[in-house]
């Protein structure tokens, strides 16, 4: 398996809150990705990372912000949490599918926001 | 932009029965498209990856094609067993920095 590791996998918290859910890998790939999943809309790409502090927005970034300081960690930040970020998010790292290679996916953070 | 669809959401089939889930796509400018496992409560496990020069791969009693022209994929899945029992998503690689779009998955139910 991949090592990638994502923390905290479980997360209960209060509307209006920030939340910082990160995910560390041991396989020093390019590439680092922070997907949500919901019921009906599968996974939906919140932020991607294609480089230490080269970040850049996907199709759901409103009320998230993502660093990345090291190669191997990327971190996902809800600045101020809503219900409507209830979701179970998940990390994904490559080393860049332009090439053929595979991305490999982290277990899962479940954040709910109550 | 890449819309991605999978017919049918759900399925259920007797032990033995081999079957075909589906999965279309509305760019056919991909570089490569992606079949994934899904437990419940876990994260994705990458099948099969056909690159886009590729009609087809295999990998035991999986085998995907991919259509480019038609804007399609397909996955197919010999002498089902109760283990197969899983969502299954398709992913196509499009744009720039290697991002994914997803289907919303075809849930498979393989009964004894």
């Known amino acids: 398996d991949a090592g990638i590791t994502q923390s905290p996998r479980h997360k209960v918290t209060e509307t209006g809150t920030p939340v910082t859910l990160r995910c560390h890998q041991t396989e020093n790939h390019r590439y680092m990705y922070w997907y949500r999943q919901d019921p009906g809309h599968g996974l939906r790409l919140i932020h991607y990372?294609?480089?230490?502090?080269?970040?850049d927005k996907g199709e759901v970034s409103d009320g998230y912000s993502v660093s990345r300081s090291k190669t191997e960690d990327f971190l996902l930040t809800l600045e101020s949490a809503t219900s409507s970020q209830t979701s179970v998010y998940f990390c994904a790292i490559s080393p860049g599918t332009d090439s053929g290679n595979t991305i490999y996916f982290g277990e899962g953070s479940w954040l709910t926001v109550v | 932009k890449q819309e991605v669809t999978q017919i049918p959401a759900a399925l259920s089939v007797p032990e033995g029965e081999n079957l075909v889930l589906n999965c279309s796509f509305t760019?056919?400018?991909?570089?490569?498209l992606q079949w994934f496992r899904q437990d419940p409560g876990k994260g994705l496990t990458s099948l099969l990856l056909i690159q886009s020069s590729q009609r087809e791969q295999t990998s035991g009693r999986l085998n995907a094609s991919l259509d480019k022209s038609s804007g399609r994929s397909t996955l197919y899945i010999a002498a089902s067993q109760p283990g197969d029992s899983a969502t299954y998503l398709c992913a196509a690689y499009t744009g720039t920095a290697s991002k994914l779009t997803f289907g919303t998955g075809t849930r498979l139910q393989v009964t004894l």
């Open positions: 990372s294609y480089g230490v502090k080269d970040t």
């Open positions: 760019d056919s400018a991909i570089y490569n």
